[in-house]
């Protein structure tokens, strides 16, 4: 009893122990991990600006038709292209540019197209050309520079240089003009303003989760802010769907082409020598009520099957009319007679017995013809 009580008492030391060193060196902490994008955020790279623009209250719709948004765009209203803007045309960069003078707000990037002709551009006029693009990072800060724990981020891309007519009217330019060359410039155009930034990666995906990269897309759109409606292109389709689909997709139209005429070879019939013909419909019950029939017509000349049939046609008529019982022979031929239009001499040879198979025949055709007029 004495050896139970020790080891027990062991035990319940043991585990306080355990437990003491557990709580001990035990901390819950909390983890956030950036799980990978789903649905709309995977191909629209300002999906996180279009949501912050909501909750600021300020009207806003992500596209990919600039066709579509152009007949919508009104003075005060903003419209950021997140795309390669050489694939602009010359009627769209024209509609732009008389769009942005009487007061709109065009934010693009030249990252990828400033080094050849592009109608929008030219259009605008704001940059040079044929300029050596190098990558340039200038440091944004959040709140004052002085404090310590204001939080930076680098503002990248590929450095651009302003028209000297459009660096004299230019509000704002980050970077340097003379050396690498801009990250940002606001230009006023007429009534409107042009914003150019060297990359667009910094309005789109993660980057907007710090407070440096909110508070310059906040200057961004500051110009038109709250005047009108925000319009955010992050992709530019100069057709339709199903244009794009019948002109970029046919090779996966072609496939599914193939799959289908596929399946329909293996499900169809295999061509090969003609089948017989599939015997003709028999009537089993009629077959047998002719054999029937012709056996009684051999046993007895046809003369019980002639009988059956006359109390055939006289059931019938007594069902038809109860009051045809009460007639006699004669007078019975002559009401059948009247309600078939036959000769009496005719109904009254069909009611007699048959000596031959002529006249079997022809009375029962006439007793067929008196049954169907009961």
């Known amino acids: ?5 020790i080891i027990a008492l062991i035990l319940i030391a043991v585990a306080l122990l355990c437990s003491a060193i557990f709580f001990s060196t035990f901390k819950r902490d909390w983890v ?10 995977r191909y629209n790279r300002f999906f996180a600006l279009e949501g912050i623009l909501e909750n600021l209250e300020q009207p ?18 903003t419209l950021v292209i997140g795309d390669d803007v050489g694939r602009i045309n010359p009627a769209q960069a024209e509609a732009l540019h008389t769009w942005v003078r009487g007061g709109g707000h065009l934010v693009l990037s ?13 259009d605008l006029g704001v940059l040079q050309t044929g300029q050596k693009r190098e990558w340039v990072c200038v440091k944004l800060t959040a709140g004052a520079e002085s404090r310590p724990d204001a939080q930076t981020t680098p503002l990248c891309g590929f450095g651009f240089h302003l028209q000297p007519q459009a660096l004299a009217r230019a509000s704002t330019v980050i970077g340097d003009q003379a050396g690498k060359g801009l990250v940002f410039a606001r230009v006023p155009e007429g009534k409107g303003v042009v914003s150019v930034l060297g990359d667009m990666d910094i309005l789109s995906g993660n980057h907007l989760k710090n407070a440096p990269e909110q508070q310059f897309a906040r200057r961004l759109l ?6 009108g409606h925000s319009y955010l292109l992050y992709e530019l389709i100069g057709n339709s769907f ?23 070879a293996v499900r169809s019939e295999r061509l090969g020598p003609l089948a017989p013909a599939p015997a003709a419909h028999r009537r089993a019950l009629l077959e047998h009520i002719q054999a029937v029939g012709e ?10 099957l002639h009988q059956l049939a006359c109390e055939a046609v006289r059931a019938r008529l007594h069902r038809s009319d109860p009051a045809s019982t009460m007639l006699n022979d004669q007078e019975l031929y002559a009401w059948l007679a009247q309600r078939s239009r036959l000769e009496p001499s005719h109904i009254e040879h069909a009611f007699r017995s048959p000596a031959n198979a002529a006249a079997f025949r022809g009375s029962m055709t006439t007793l067929v013809r008196l049954r169907s007029h009961l």
């Open 110 to 122: 030249p990252s990828i197209s400033a080094d050849r002709e592009v109608p929008v551009l030219d």
């Open 242 to 264: 199903w244009v794009n689909l019948f002109v970029r997709g046919w090779p996966a139209l072609l496939a599914s082409l193939l799959l289908i005429l596929g399946w329909m």
């Open 295 to 304: 056996f009684l017509f051999r046993r007895d000349g046809g003369r019980s």
């Open 222 to 227: 500051a110009p038109n802010f709250g005047r």
């Open 1 to 5: 009893m004495k050896i139970r009580l």
């Open 32 to 41: 956030t991990e950036t799980t990978p994008a789903s649905g709309e955020a």
């Open 60 to 77: 806003v719709s992500s596209s990919v038709m600039l066709g579509r948004v152009l007949p919508l765009l009104r003075p005060g209203d």
